[in-house]
């Protein structure tokens, strides 16, 4: 199965359906069941953002799988629709600041126990089943 890495808090917020697009600076073609993997790096700033969310942030394993839907452009449109939608979670693209990428649409996230391992860059594979080991 595909697997991305993520940075917390992102990946817990996509994890708990507060995050519905995780973004890049390149596109995808992949459409279909992902595994989204919590990277060892942690966006400090966003930590302190997201402190009263009580949330815990486990980093170096796979927390959640979901379907990778759609990889949309950012664009001005882009950014109107989904910027309201939760401000807090989406400030980094409503401020972009010339930032260009796409959006991977995540859709049906469902949380799964901690599997740790190592992430890597880009889509990745990993051999798992619902027991979570391969």
């Known amino acids: 199965m595909k697997v991305i ?3 917390q808090p992102w990946a817990t917020l996509i994890a708990e359906g507060l995050k519905e697009y995780e973004f890049r600076t390149w596109n995808t073609k992949f459409r279909g069941e992902i595994l989204i993997h919590a990277g060892k790096s942690v966006d400090k700033e966003a930590m302190k953002r997201f402190k009263d969310y009580h949330f815990e942030y ?3 394993c796979i927390i959640a799988k979901a379907n990778l839907v759609d990889s949309i452009l950012v ?4 950014v109107k629709k989904v910027g309201p939608t939760n401000p807090l979670v989406y400030k980094g693209i409503i401020e972009r600041n010339g930032w260009e990428g796409y959006g991977f649409k995540l859709e049906n996230v469902k949380k799964i126990n901690p599997i740790y391992l190592n992430g890597k860059l880009s889509l990745w594979d990993y051999d798992y089943n619902e027991s979570g080991c391969n």
Not at 75 to 78: E, P, R, T
């Open 75 to 78: 664009d001005d449109n882009f």
């Open 58 to 60: 486990p980093t170096g």
């Open 5 to 7: 890495t993520i940075k």
